[in-house]
């Protein structure tokens, strides 16, 4: 089993290695295909730009901005209640009736599952926040799947890291990893499910936000 080093008191995330001139492989924020119509987002749901100081604004934001650590164990979904988004026509789509429908299902299972859970099987034509699941076995960088990227990522000296089981991704300048993990407070003891949240800032350094067991997800 591999032990774990993210804790609230002494937490970080192993250090991104230095890219080598020549290299082609990039950090996930590159590598993966997310991709976010600003615009159309606009469109959507105005109210939403306000929910997430690092979400795409019209504004510039700096280079020191980008570069900054998230703070330790403040969670952007705290406060955050669901609404149902407007019913517009936002492309000639042929299912775009479903589509949103689809759309406000997954913005309430990110809501009450704080970004941890969103229906895979459901059209994710429109991504609420940015964030979509991500298949573990999808490739995240030249020489790693999600599932390799996440397993280093996941630290905590309180318990014995077992496996990933999920994770939600949401691209950009200062990425963020949603990562649910399996793993054992005690030598033998029963499995408990586990939260943690990272981010990559522009830089490519790792950054805890919060690493936690998984809360009781209140009913829709």
Same mark, same amino acid.
């Given at each position: %089993?591999? #032990?774990?080093? %993210?804790? &609230? ?19 996930? &924020? ?10 159309? #987002?606009?469109? /959507?749901e105005p109210e939403e730009e306000e =929910?997430?100081?690092? =979400?795409?604004? +019209? ?6 901005? %980008?570069?900054? &650590?998230?703070? @330790?164990?403040?969670?952007? /979904? ?67 799947? /999600?599932?390799?990227? @996440?397993?280093?990522?996941?630290? +905590?000296?309180?318990? =014995?890291?077992? =496996? ?5 991704? $949401?691209?950009?300048? $200062? ?5 649910? /993990?399996?793993? *054992? ?13 990272? %981010? ?5 350094? *790792? ?14």
């Amino acid at each position: %089993m591999k #032990k774990a080093v %993210m804790d &609230a008191s002494s937490s970080y995330l192993k250090p991104t290695e230095t890219k080598k001139e020549g290299d082609s492989g990039k950090e996930t &924020a590159e590598a993966m295909d997310v991709v976010v119509n600003s615009k159309r #987002k606009a469109e /959507f749901e105005p109210e939403e730009e306000e =929910e997430d100081e690092w =979400e795409e604004s +019209d504004g510039e934001i700096s280079e020191a901005e %980008m570069l900054q &650590a998230p703070e @330790w164990d403040v969670d952007s /979904f705290d406060g955050v209640e669901y609404y149902s988004s407007p019913d517009v026509q936002l492309s000639t789509l042929s299912d775009e009736e479903e589509a949103i429908e689809d759309y406000n299902i997954i913005k309430r299972q990110l809501i009450n599952s704080k970004g941890f859970y969103a229906d895979p099987n459901r059209k994710h034509i429109y991504h609420y926040k940015g964030i979509c699941p991500v298949g573990l076995d999808r490739i995240a960088l030249p020489d790693r799947t /999600f599932r390799d990227y @996440w397993e280093e990522m996941v630290h +905590d000296p309180k318990v =014995e890291f077992v =496996e990933v089981v999920r994770g939600h991704y $949401r691209g950009g300048p $200062r990425s963020k990893s949603y990562i649910t /993990f399996m793993a *054992r407070e005690k030598p033998d003891g029963p499995l408990v499910e586990y939260q943690a949240k990272a %981010m990559v800032t522009l830089d490519r350094k *790792r950054h805890p936000i919060l690493c936690r067991p998984t809360p009781p997800t209140p009913n829709p």
